[in-house]
C-alpha cells in the first residue's frame, strides 16, 4: 500500500485516483499520521444500490432518519440578509448557538 501526504495527494490526484483505478490502495496521512484510505470501490456498477447497503452495514455510511419533504423544503422562508451584514458573524453566531 502506498502511504502519502495530504499536500502531495492535492497537487497529484489525478495520478493517484489513476493508481487507484488500477487496484491500488493509497493512505493519505496528515503529519505522518494516517487519516484516510483511497482505495478501489468494488461492485458498484449495475448492483443496484448492494454497495450502499455494503457500506451502512460496515459505518462507512448512515441511513437517512427521516424522508425529505422536498415541497416543504422548497417553501421554507428564505433568509434574507440586512443590508451591512457579516457572513462570518452570522456563522458565529451560529455556532455559539449550538453550544
Same mark, same amino acid.
Given at each position: 500500500?502506498?502511504?502519502?501526504? /495530504?499536500?502531495? *495527494?492535492?497537487?497529484?490526484?489525478?495520478?493517484? =485516483? #489513476? @493508481?487507484? +483505478?488500477?487496484?491500488?490502495?493509497?493512505?493519505?496521512?496528515?503529519? +505522518?499520521?494516517?487519516?484516510?484510505?483511497? %482505495?478501489?470501490? $468494488?461492485?458498484? $456498477?449495475?448492483?443496484? %444500490? =448492494?454497495? /450502499?447497503?455494503?457500506?451502512?452495514?460496515?459505518? =462507512?455510511?448512515?441511513?437517512? @432518519?427521516? =424522508?425529505?419533504?422536498?415541497?416543504?423544503?422548497? #417553501?421554507?422562508? +428564505? *433568509?434574507?440578509?440586512?443590508?451591512?451584514?457579516?457572513?462570518? +458573524? *452570522?456563522?458565529?453566531? $451560529?455556532? *455559539?448557538?449550538? #453550544?
Amino acid at each position: 500500500m502506498k502511504v502519502t501526504n /495530504i499536500s502531495y *495527494a492535492k497537487a497529484h490526484l489525478s495520478e493517484l =485516483v #489513476r @493508481q487507484v +483505478k488500477e487496484g491500488r490502495s493509497i493512505t493519505l496521512t496528515e503529519r +505522518k499520521r494516517p487519516v484516510a484510505t483511497l %482505495g478501489p470501490v $468494488e461492485n458498484m $456498477e449495475g448492483s443496484d %444500490g =448492494v454497495w /450502499i447497503e455494503d457500506l451502512v452495514r460496515r459505518g =462507512v455510511l448512515t441511513s437517512p @432518519q427521516h =424522508v425529505l419533504d422536498s415541497k416543504s423544503f422548497l #417553501r421554507m422562508p +428564505k *433568509a434574507t440578509p440586512k443590508a451591512g451584514a457579516s457572513a462570518l +458573524k *452570522a456563522l458565529i453566531d $451560529e455556532r *455559539a448557538e449550538g #453550544r
